[in-house]
Antibody, heavy 119, light 107 residues
Framework: EVQLVESGGGLIQPGGSLRLSCAAS????????MTWVRQAPGKGLEWVSI???????YYADSVKGRFTISRDNSKNTLYLQMNSLRAEDTAVYYC?????????????WGQGTMVTVSS | DIQMTQSPSSLSASVGDSVTLTCRAS??????LNWYQQKPGKAPKLLIY???SLQSGVPSRFSGSGSGTDFTLTIGGLQPEDFATYYC?????????FGQGTKLEIK
């Protein structure tokens, strides 16, 4: 069974850093497109970042220069390094595959991990 | 960035009703349009991809249509488990933007 499990969320002060992890099972992170999508409390969905199988990365303007997406092939794990955190980064962060089953779709989702940025 | 606008923002309906949700893109996106269903406290779930293709396992009462800038999601014969929030999303280009969602509530 294909599964994504996020971890690493928590309460962090503004300006701080946090690294989210997404452990994959049943498929290979490095061979697929992987993304992070977030959802602020009571709000809609916002795409954050994507890493393609060739290693190229893209970011939403709202996080560009502060967040870094990466993967560890040996651990089959996706990461999101979040620096200079702001209150508006408070959200549930979902790890997803992109195009694993169907082209151009966020098709497999993790359960999410909550990040709260507050003093 | 491509803006996705969903209407209505919320909708009340009864079990057995048929409803149509609308999604409009700020520029043409062909059929690079997907629909997701989200229930409270859960991750979104893919319903329809490429505007009209049903994800495996999704009931046939769900259907999608449209191309270019205007898209619809129709649910024919609402069931209790269909009351949720629905999001459209364009995969034409980054940033991959979502609509603001339509919350479907029980009347």
């Amino acid at each position: 069974e294909v599964q994504l499990v996020e971890s690493g969320g928590g309460l962090i002060q503004p300006g701080g850093s946090l690294r989210l992890s997404c452990a994959a099972s049943g498929f290979t992170v490095s061979s697929n497109f992987m993304t992070w999508v977030r959802q602020a409390p009571g709000k809609g969905l916002e795409w954050v970042s994507i890493v393609y199988s060739d290693g190229s990365t893209y970011y939403a303007d709202s996080v560009k220069g502060r967040f870094t997406i990466s993967r560890d092939n040996s651990k089959n794990t996706l990461y999101l390094q979040m620096n200079s955190l702001r209150a508006e980064d408070t959200a549930v962060y979902y790890c997803t595959s992109y195009g694993y089953i169907y082209a151009d779709v966020f098709d497999i989702w993790g359960q999410g991990t909550m990040v709260t940025v507050s003093s | 960035d491509i803006q996705m606008t969903q209407s209505p923002s919320s909708l009340s309906a009864s079990v057995g009703d048929s409803v149509t949700l609308t999604c409009r893109a700020s520029q043409s996106i062909g059929t690079y349009l997907n629909w997701y269903q989200q229930k409270p406290g859960k991750a979104p779930k893919l319903l329809i991809y490429a505007a009209s293709s049903l994800q495996s396992g999704v009931p046939s009462r769900f259907s999608g249509s449209g191309s270019g800038t205007d898209f619809t999601l129709t649910i024919g014969g609402l069931q209790p488990e269909d009351f949720a929030t629905y999001y459209c999303q364009q995969s034409y280009t980054t940033p991959y933007t979502f609509g603001q969602g339509t919350k479907l509530e029980i009347k």
